[in-house]
């Protein structure tokens, strides 16, 4: 009996000090192409996005590493909320001192409908102990929050990684420049493209997700650090969507009264009607991801001006 209370608190010991150390000191493992922590490494920047697998989807880092010879970087969660993109970026200039020539923002229309929630684990693990605490007080404030989730947050999440790092780490880094996927997308297909169902029209505003682009906005004039919100160019049936066009409109609005830039998919030469350049309704192919990051290069560099 003594011999397995000691092997069950040496256990819980082990445990313990696994949960702690990925809580605090995961951000400072060096994952590399992709997370906070390796785009601190990279030094000064001349162009940083902060957004979803739109933007991990839709801009193409090789052509942009040639544009800035290399100083250029995409910080990309799936499903990553503009509650977290505040988060990310307080972690960027805390935990660094490097300059950022220009951060670009997703404006996804529908990101202001989503209800603040954790879409994507690699959000908490790029996060020190202090942004870890932020985001969850995010979530709670906003509601919905459960004892369940609070475990998955502070003890399950992440502890994949945590064991596998060495083997997975390498994988993944291959996937930077293929919008996170294993190979590179295939169009979906006009079949497919033009028969896909959606239905969106039920989605409403989260006064959370608003605030947070306020937020956004306001740290970064702030800091004088220069910015602008990007929206990618989604399948024409989408951007067609009337309750699409209603949340396009409501983020355009916002950022109009806080006098911030932005460049609309339309800014950009971009067919958005071909179905080869899309996987999906908001996802490109790697034609269309090719296609666009050359005409959005052109555009980005009249915005640094």
């Not at 529908?110 to 932020?134: C, H, N, P, Q, Y």
Request: overall charge negative; hydrophobic content about 35%; some cysteine.
């Amino acid at each position: 009996m003594k011999k397995i209370i000691i092997t069950l608190a040496a256990a819980l010991m082990v445990i313990t000090a696994a949960v702690g150390f990925k809580n605090i000191y995961s951000c400072e493992m060096p994952i590399k192409n992709r997370g906070i922590r390796d785009a601190l490494n990279s030094g000064d920047l001349e162009v940083l996005f902060i957004g979803s697998s739109t933007f991990r989807s839709n801009v193409d880092m090789s052509l942009m590493d040639e544009a800035y010879d290399g100083k250029a970087y995409d910080i990309s969660y799936g499903g990553n909320q503009l509650t977290a993109t505040a988060i990310q970026y307080d972690e960027i200039k805390r935990r660094s001192d490097n300059s950022y020539g220009l951060m670009v923002f997703e404006l996804g229309p529908m990101m202001i409908t989503e209800e603040v929630a954790l879409s994507d684990s690699r959000v908490i693990w790029d996060l020190s102990w202090e942004g870890k605490r932020a985001l969850w007080k995010s979530m709670y404030e906003a509601g919905g929050t459960t004892p369940s989730m609070f475990y998955e947050y502070f003890v399950t999440s992440g502890m994949d990684d945590l064991l596998t790092f060495p083997v997975t780490e390498p994988f993944y880094a291959t996937r930077y420049y293929k919008g996170a996927k294993t190979g590179e997308t295939a169009s979906g297909g006009r079949e497919f493209l033009e028969n896909e169902e959606f239905d969106i029209s039920d989605k409403e505003l989260v006064p959370a997700q608003i605030n947070a682009i306020c937020d956004i906005i306001n740290k970064c004039e702030r800091d004088k650090q220069a910015y602008v919100f990007l929206e990618s160019p989604c399948y024409y049936r989408l951007e067609e969507d009337v309750k699409f066009r209603e949340c396009r409109k409501e983020f355009i609005k916002l950022l109009d009264s806080l006098n911030a830039p932005y460049i609309l998919s339309s800014d950009v030469d971009f067919d958005n009607t071909d179905p080869e350049n899309y996987e999906d309704m908001n996802h490109m192919s790697f034609k269309g991801r090719r296609a666009y990051t050359k005409e959005l290069i052109k555009v980005l560099g009249a915005a640094r001006k």
